[in-house]
Every structure is written in C-alpha cells, then in structure tokens.
C-alpha cells in the first residue's frame, strides 16, 4: 500500500466549530443559525475548536439539573439489506423510505454509531449511487447526509468515498430542484437543508483536487439560479457556498471569475440586492481580499458595485 492509499484510508476528520453564530470570518458575523436549527452541531469554517452542540443554554441547565444520569444511547433499529441480487426498485425505495425515517429521528448526541455500520457502508454501493431510479438516489442521498450528521465529528468514509457523495449529492440537487412541482422535491430539498446547517460541505475542501469539485459546485448552483427557486432555497444555497468559501485555504481564479460572471449576466434578472445569493460575491471578495492582499477595506466598495 503507497502513503496516499494509506492516509485515504484513514477516516476524515470533521473540523468542527463553535455555534454559527459566533463565528467570524474575514470580518463578516455568520448569523445563519436559527431557532429551528438551534440544536444541530455546526461543523464550519476557520475556528478548530472541539465539537459544539448548539443547544440552548437552559436545556444545558436542564440537563444539568437531573443528578447528572445521561440518557441512554439510540440504536438504528433498521436492520434490512439495502444490497442484494433480486431486489426490486419498489422494495429498494420502501427500505430507504424506512431508513431515512429512522435515521431523521437520530440525535447526533445519542446515537450507537455502531448500529449504523452496515447501512453506512451500503449506501455508498454502486448500486445505489448509479441507481436509473430518481426516488432512489433521492432517499439515498438523504440518508447520507444523515449518516455524515450523526457520525460527526468523525466521517465514516475514505476522501475517495466522500468525493464520490459529495459529486452525488450535487448531481441530484441540480436536477431536482428546478420546480417545486419536480418529484421527490421533498427529499432534495431535506439535503439541501442538511447540507447547509450542518456544515458536512466543508469537508469538500480536504479532498484530493477539491478546487475542480468546487468549481462545480459553484457552476451548477449558480445554473439554478435561472429557474424560479424560492427565497429559502436561494438562502440555503449561499450558505452552503459561503461555508466552502470560508473553509477554502484559497480561491482558484477560474472559482472567482464564475462567481463575478453571475452579477455580470443580464440573463440572470434575479442576482440584483435582493438576492441571498449575493452574500457569496461579498463574502468570495472579501476572503479573496484578506488572503492575498491582507485587507478588507476596498471590498466593501467593490462589492456594492
């Protein structure tokens, strides 16, 4: 075994953070977290501190208040085969409906990850990932967003299996949230949210050639962009592309030239100051700005141009 395929089969670690709303970067306040999100772990950018659960502080109390017990852990109690000669698409997609069910109702700070062994390692089998069916990779899809949640802060895959996910997840969501009319729109719209409060994005930018994956990602969100989406959409995808600018260790040029070419197209008639997305020109200039120039100053003028 070469160095390489050895530290690729070492497991990947989850930088993880303090809450969201604490976090600072290149002078900008990171206020994406909300009451509804109050309780999942933020895994983002630049701070490298210890995993931070971001739980109201009087459930902390509370739970300091029982005489200490904690509560006992949760197990997965899925227990079919995802995998297998004869088994039909009807049955595949029933089983992964089940699965993602379950494993929603998880909690990052309880789960066995034991119990979870099995389906982690199914789900990335080609037979799933290469599945004809759209329902299917949808629920799949899902479910390892889910998988990368509750294993956090340590992902259960290789930098090569991730890069497959990653490329996965984005494959479905640039061809399932064009309407919300589209099938499964529930299920793309379930990892599009997972992705952009839990933060799991931002172990793109650890894998091998992860500049050509951004670069992909950017082209592929900003091609959405053209299609009605909806305001809440349009947040979630700046604060996925937010989070891979801030965690980036620099911006490749042809990254930023996408980027500015979305505020130079007449075409795109909804990139104007209402835009969510927006905040992803300001912020890519203002990192951009920081790390190769050592300030931030002249970005603030720039970007209301």
């Known amino acids: 075994m070469t160095e390489s395929e050895r530290q690729d089969a070492l497991p990947v670690r989850i930088r993880t953070a303090a809450p969201a709303q604490n976090l600072i970067c290149c002078g900008l306040r990171n206020d994406t977290t909300s009451a509804h999100n109050a309780s999942r772990v933020c895994l983002s950018a ?46 595949l997609l029933k089983k992964l409906k089940n699965l993602h069910s379950q ?16 389906v982690r390692k199914e789900l990335i089998h080609n037979t799933i990932l290469l599945h004809k069916d759209r329902g299917v990779k949808a629920y799949a899809a899902c479910c390892l967003a889910d998988i990368l949640r509750l294993f956090a802060p340590d992902a259960p895959y290789t930098h090569n299996e991730l890069r497959d996910i990653f490329q996965f997840f984005f494959r479905q969501l640039t061809t399932g949230l064009k309407g919300s009319d589209s099938p499964y729109y529930n299920e793309y719209f379930h990892l599009l949210e997972s992705l952009s409060t839990v933060k799991s994005v931002v172990l793109v930018c650890d894998l091998p050639n992860s500049e050509e994956l951004m670069v992909d990602i950017f082209r592929d969100f900003f091609a959405l962009v053209r299609h009605d989406l909806s305001k809440k959409i349009e947040l979630h995808m700046a604060d996925i592309l937010v989070a891979l600018i801030d965690e980036a260790t620099s911006l490749p040029s042809e990254l930023m030239d996408i980027i500015m070419a979305q505020f130079l197209d007449k075409n795109v008639v909804r990139m104007n100051h209402s835009s969510p997305l927006r905040r992803v020109r300001v912020r890519s200039l203002q990192c951009h700005a920081a790390r190769q120039l050592g300030c931030t100053t002249v970005v603030h003028v720039v970007a209301e141009y």
């Open 103 to 118: 494993l929603a109702d998880l909690d990052q700070d309880r789960v066995d990850t034991a119990t979870l062994a099995t």
């Open 46 to 91: 630049r701070c490298r501190g210890a995993l931070a659960i971001t739980a109201p502080l009087s459930s902390i109390m509370v739970a300091q208040t029982r005489g200490g017990s904690q509560a006992s852990p949760q197990k997965l109690k899925f227990h079919d085969k995802l995998v297998g000669k004869g088994l039909s698409t009807d049955a």
